[in-house]
Structure formats: C-alpha cells, structure tokens
C-alpha cells in the first residue's frame, strides 16, 4: 500500500504521538482524521483484545454538538427512533436518515442535559446536513463540531483499568449510560459503549491537551494488565455484527434494509424528516437485509470492494465485510442479502478475488 501523505485536511489526534510510540502499522482516513488499523498485526491485535485491555484512539469518532432549547425538536427530526423516553445520562444508538429514509449515518448520541446532546458519528460529513436542517427550520439551536475526542478502553479487563485511573464508582456505570468522572482536575464523560463485544468504555475526552496525560496514565496503571494501545479490529467486529457505515450499509440503505428495525419507532416518532417513506417501507417489509455470512475455505483476502453472492446463476446480495476468524475455524462476513436466499442455512457462491468460494447464510452472528 501506498503511504499516506500527512497534511492539514488530514488531522493527526490528542492521542497520535502514544499512537506512534507505540507502533502503529496501518491507518486509514476517517472523519478526515487518522484513524489505526493495525499494531501487531490483525490476528494479534485480535487476540490480545479477546484476552486483555486495549486502549484505543478513536478520536475519529467526531462529535456533533446540538444546543438550545430546540435541541429535542432537532435530534428527533435526525432520526426515525422514538426520543421522547431518552433522559440525561443515556446513550442512544440511533439511525440518522435522510428525507427518502436513506442512512446517513449510525452514530451514538449523548444526552448530557435537556437541551445538550452529543452526536457521535461513523464515517460522514453528517454536521453539515445537522447544520441544514436546524437552519432551514429555523430551529433555536446551535450545531457545532466541540473539541472532544473519544478515547476507548476495551476488553475483559477494562473495568479493572479504569477503575484504577478513574475509582472503583466507574464499575457502576450500566451499559449505553454514563457518568463524570474527575482526571487531573478536568471533568470527563464515561460511557459503558464501544466498537467491540469484549465490554470497556468510551471516554469523551474535552480539549487535546489533557489526552496524552490520559493515555500516559492509562498505560501506567495498566502495566500488569497487558494493556496495549489497539484499535477497532476487522476480525472480532465482524463475529459481532458491528456495522461499518460507508462498507455494509450507504445512503442507497434504510434501516431495516441495515437490520436496525428495532431502532425505528417511525408511527411515533413524529418530526422525522424521512418519517414518511420509512412508514412505506415498515408496511411492506425489505427486500434485502443484512445478513451474517460463513465463507468456507482458507481465508480469504481483504475485502475491499463488494463482492457478488450468486445463486443459480444470478446475483443475489454482496459480500461487502469479510475476514478469517481463529476462534470459529472459517472466514466471517456480513453481506447485503435479497430475501429470496436470507434464510439461515441457505448455500450461496461469493465471488472473492481469489475466485468463487461456497458459503452459507447463518441464523446470528458469532458473538
């Protein structure tokens, strides 16, 4: 792979020379920020992650911010899920669509008060079309980009290392809820979320100079824990079904088609700009949906482009994440599915690169 030119539209993180202590091999751009991909190598990042704690930079993780006394009007019109239970101190994972009920993007957002919420967003210029909406309705609001950048703490043992740099009270905070937590005198939000299945926290981090004093004190305490620095990985992402924004699903998807249903209250969730078309697609139901996909064989190679299931002849979904995984023995996937091959067990011919390999639609995914 070519290397990636460093530059001023390329912002580096609070977190990027711990990064770069610590080995980092691989990066790739998002949110116009560099974001790891790779330490060790994939597979062991991936055990390591299983096994023991990892501290990530996911600065990346941009955040919106949304202010005012029309910031419920606002969040509620972003997205097809019903807001009106959410209270301050929850965190939301929310479908943002657009006025055809396309996804622009799968955030995390943090009510902080009444009229104060955090976006958390994946992979897309997602402010400006916040920015739209407030200004063409009006909306007494402010939508702006803060300067906070999430810092992840991720696997079995993240609650013994967070509980060392920050008190055994963090152990308490339940799962998509949060607390403030002191660190050299600055307050900091804590969440029980992240972008693996292994447990940990996301530590919205306000103001780049306090994060390599973070990461420091991380590393510190967590000498005897095996904590290493990590990153989202590839391989234990897709044995959870954790969807990348921009690979498994776009703005050609809705949310249903993204198997996010259960996130969709569209009869209440009155104001949603894309309400009507997703009240259509609820009646009559997707004809393609997110499906976990086992690829037999050896492993196959990076997906970097969708690749054809085919059945009879004829294209029936993509591939469009894929990966070796050394704990189930068999290469993991998420495709795209048409509902005429979605059933569990259904055998299906992906095309790799590396020529068509047999497969089989399964009923979950792996973790």
């Not at 989202?232 to 924004?245: A, D, H, K, T, V």
Request: proline content about 5%; some cysteine.
């Amino acid at each position: 792979m070519a290397l990636i030119s460093a530059s001023r539209r390329l912002r580096r993180t609070p977190f990027s020379d711990g990064v770069e202590a610590a080995g980092v091999k691989g990066y790739t751009v998002y949110n116009h920020m560099l974001l790891p991909t790779v330490f060790a190598s994939v597979q062991e990042d991936y055990r390591h992650l299983k096994d023991h704690v990892q501290v990530w930079d996911v600065a990346c993780e941009r955040q919106i911010e949304v202010r005012g006394p029309d910031a419920a009007r606002l969040m509620q019109m972003l997205t097809p899920r019903d807001l009106r239970g959410m209270l301050a101190g929850q965190c939301y994972y929310l479908p943002i669509v657009d006025e055809t009920g396309g996804m622009l993007n799968d955030p995390v957002a943090v009510k902080l008060s009444e009229d104060r919420y955090w976006i958390s967003i994946a992979d897309s210029d997602l402010l400006f079309w916040v920015k739209g909406i407030a200004y063409g309705y009006r909306l007494d609001v402010l939508v702006d980009e803060p300067d906070v950048s999430p810092l992840g703490v991720q696997g079995p043992k993240a609650d013994d290392l967070m509980a060392r740099v920050f008190g055994e009270a963090v152990r308490k905070v339940k799962f998509f809820r949060f607390g403030h937590f002191d660190f050299q005198g600055r307050d900091m939000v804590i969440a029980r979320s992240g972008y693996s299945k292994q447990g940990g926290f996301e530590i919205y981090v306000e103001g780049g100079d306090i994060g390599m004093p973070l990461w420091n004190a991380l590393f510190e305490a967590g000498r005897d824990l095996g904590v290493r620095a990590g990153c989202p990985n590839l391989i234990e992402r897709i044995e959870g079904g954790l969807l990348s924004y921009g690979n498994d699903m776009t703005r050609d998807n809705t949310p249903h088609e993204a198997g996010l249903g259960r996130f969709c209250s569209t009869q209440v969730a009155i104001g949603c700009v894309g309400r009507d078309a997703l009240l259509r697609v609820a009646k009559e139901g997707p004809v393609k949906q997110i499906r976990p996909i086992a690829i037999h064989g050896d492993a196959v190679a990076p997906c970097d482009r969708s690749w054809p299931v085919v059945a009879d002849g004829k294209t029936v979904g993509q591939v469009t994440s894929a990966a070796w995984s050394p704990d189930f023995g068999t290469n993991v996937a998420i495709g795209m599915v048409k509902m005429t091959h979605w059933d569990a067990g259904t055998e299906v011919v992906v095309t790799t690169p590396d020529g068509p390999r047999r497969a089989t639609v399964q009923e979950n995914f792996w973790i």
